[in-house]
């Protein structure tokens, strides 16, 4: 029992005395309260006057006496019972998680701060490891866009010397004609390393470096020269004997337009520039099927490499879970937005006299309550949410 219980000496006497002294108080107050009724029905049933208003003060009176009475009858037992009342709850204030000097304080921060901790960690190695993710998904598909980039810029570049090979023999004569057809089965083409240069795809990396950006196109076009090198002249080949499978009709063709009448000359020009819009759309359409090739097979190797990294990173990362949001105020117009949110989920549906008890503190709590359930944030400089991981003690 605490002093302030000790300094009662006659405590136990008191407290038997309470019921004898709760009777007592009860019998005034209920005949003190019998006699004001008898004194409130008469005074409606005749009204006031001065005999009246002289009997009531008298009542009055007499009143304060009873209620001075009962009030000193009763302090010595309720006092005391305060007083034990007041050493319970201050004992049990050593107890209490929500006040910072007790031991279960402290100790549920070290778990809460371990918590965060732990927290901190899983999501700096989720990071880590969604970066992982997405630098390989990059220079997976950079490797594939620049293979797709060069076999598109390789065919625009075959089409255009294929297309001047076709042009050439377009233009043949009679009178040139041995010396045209030496150039054109002497024609040859290379991609230099000039040439080759306008084949870089332009890239600007997000995740990786630019040095290792360089060395992945560099890296990945190197091999592909001597490769395109030897398709180009796989298809000049080609092209100069469909072209010298054409020389004898081409022959006819002129030595017949030049002894043609001016009609018959317009009509064999019209044919002959209809076979070489056919032959130069030919070309054209090879171009566009192996454009079409080439952004194919950069897409199935984009799919292959991406299933291949989410294979490789699938192991998930094991954290403490969020439990709740704190809002850290960083300015005092941070309470605005605060109560907007509060009025607009909440308080535009209570009554006026409800809505004006609800502290700053209460909007505040209902707008992390609302963040943790919805995810909806206040977007504003004046303040931020922070995570909260609060461990519940269980047990084992």
């Known amino acids: 029992m605490s002093n302030e219980i000790q300094k009662y000496e006659n405590f136990n006497s008191i ?22 009724e008898s004194l409130l029905a008469k005074v409606q049933n005749s009204g006031m006057s001065k005999e009246m208003d002289s009997e009531i003060n008298s009542h009055l009176v007499k009143l304060k006496a009873v209620k001075k009475d009962v009030e000193e009858k009763r302090k010595p037992i309720t006092s005391i019972l305060q007083a034990i009342s007041k050493s319970f709850t201050e004992a049990e204030q050593l107890l209490d998680p929500k006040r910072p000097e007790t031991t279960y304080f402290r100790l549920q921060k070290y778990r809460d701060d371990y918590a965060r901790q732990l927290a901190e960690e899983a999501a700096k190695v989720e990071r880590e490891k969604q970066l992982k993710i997405n630098q ?15 076999n598109i810029k390789f065919a625009a570049y075959s089409t255009e010397v294929k297309t001047e090979l076709r042009s050439i023999f377009n233009q043949i004569t009679l009178k040139d004609w041995a010396e045209t057809v030496k150039f054109i089965n002497e024609f040859d083409a290379e991609i230099t390393i000039e ?52 020389y004898q009709a081409k022959k006819n063709e002129l030595e017949a337009i030049e002894k043609a009448s001016a009609s018959e000359k317009k009509r064999l020009e019209a044919e002959a520039k209809k076979r070489e819009a056919e032959k130069a759309a030919e070309i054209a359409r090879k171009q566009k099927e192996d454009e079409e090739a080439a952004r194919a097979a950069s897409q199935q190797q984009k799919t292959e490499a991406n299933m291949a990294n989410l294979f490789d990173n699938a192991e998930s990362v094991d954290k403490p879970k969020r439990t709740g949001y704190f809002i850290l ?61 609060k461990q519940k003690a269980v047990t084992a």
Not at 136 to 150: M, P, Q, S
Not at 363 to 374: I, L, P, V, W, Y
């Open 136 to 150: 390989d998904k990059e220079r997976a598909e950079l490797k594939a866009n620049v293979i797709e980039h060069v």
């Open 15 to 36: 407290a038997t005395q309470a019921p004898e002294v709760l009777q007592r108080n009860i019998g005034y107050i209920e005949r003190a309260v019998t006699a004001g």
């Open 195 to 246: 040439v080759y240069r306008t084949f870089v795809m332009p890239y600007s990396p997000l995740y990786i470096s630019k040095e290792e950006s360089d060395s992945i196109r560099k890296e990945t076009m190197l091999p592909m020269r001597d490769g395109l090198n030897a398709k180009l002249k796989k298809e000049l080949a080609d092209l100069k004997l469909e072209i010298s499978n054409e």
């Open 329 to 389: 105020l960083t300015h005092p117009m941070g309470w605005l937005p605060i109560m907007n949110l509060w009025f607009e989920q909440q308080g535009k549906n209570m009554s006026i006299d409800d809505a004006a008890k609800v502290t700053l503190d209460r909007m505040k709590r209902f707008c992390e309550s609302h963040a943790h359930k919805t995810e909806e944030f206040i977007k504003s400089p004046y303040l931020k949410y922070e995570e909260e991981y």
